[in-house]
């Protein structure tokens, strides 16, 4: 068993290192990361510019793109093998609903299974790394399953697991969700720069507002594991009788 891991906090964080170490006597792993925080940065490569991979003293290979770019050049030329598994996080802070869209970790896992390996999103729902030990149990319990038993779907799949912030003896079973939604973000932040120019940061998420029985949300404020198969299909197929009529009327 061969697994890749990448995240987007960059590769000196504590959750990469963490699952890293997790899985380190259950395959033989490689760490591909980028080289800074690029929590975000969701599915976007560098094209405007070459990449330079560089090695840390962990052994870690490092990049200075994004989670994307890490995934795809290790997959598409840096190694000499092809993974048998991708695997991105621990994040610092969960990776729900609508957050899936921009989140980098979701996005390095995703390039693994736009190439056509099966991949798994970690992330720990709370920032600060409290009980990291605990996530970093979950997800080796996680891969472990995945490697044993092997998912019921036809072709790559791509997971999405977010783990509460609790002691792992306190957690209450791995469950299946779909994702849930949040209210729109809040305002951005305006401020002054020292030369007296505006700025702009963005603001905070928004609080959930689709969070029922059944969404990742809850499961995870239910002291549960939630882990939701995603796919990449965009098409509003719901739609598509509206937008044929819409054309030919």
């Not at 995240?7 to 964080?13: E, L, S």
């Not at 959750?15 to 990361?33: N, S």
């Not at 963005?202 to 939701?228: E, L, N, R």
Request: overall charge negative; some cysteine.
């Amino acid at each position: 068993m061969r697994i890749l891991i990448s995240n987007d906090d960059g590769y000196f964080a504590p959750g990469l290192a963490a699952l890293a170490e997790g899985l380190r006597d259950m395959a033989e792993i490689v760490v591909v990361a980028p080289e800074r925080d690029r929590s975000g940065a969701s599915n976007s490569l560098t094209l405007d510019r070459p990449l330079s991979v560089r090695t840390a003293s962990t052994g870690y290979l490092y990049l200075n793109g994004t989670p994307t770019d890490c995934v795809h050049i290790a997959v598409t030329g840096l190694l000499d093998f092809r993974p048998d598994l991708v695997v991105s996080g621990i994040n610092d802070g969960a990776n729900m609903g609508d957050d899936t869209i921009y989140s980098g970790t979701v996005a390095a896992a995703m390039e693994g299974f736009l190439l056509g390996i099966p991949a798994i999103a970690f992330s720990l729902a709370h920032k600060g790394h409290t009980h990291l030990d605990s996530a970093a149990r979950v997800a080796r319990d996680v891969v472990r399953r995945f490697v044993d038993r092997p998912y019921p779907a036809a072709g790559p799949v791509l997971l999405n697991v977010n783990i509460p912030n609790l002691p792992y003896d306190q957690i209450g079973g791995i469950v299946p969700t779909r994702l849930g939604k949040r209210h729109h973000a809040e305002e951005v932040i305006r401020a002054t720069n020292p030369r007296g120019e505006a700025v702009y940061w963005i603001g905070p998420a928004g609080s959930a507002k689709d969070a029922g029985p059944g969404t990742d949300f809850h499961a995870v404020a239910s002291g549960q594991v939630s882990v939701t198969p995603l796919h990449i299909d965009l098409t509003a197929t719901a739609l598509s009788d509206a937008t044929r009529r819409w054309l030919t009327d």
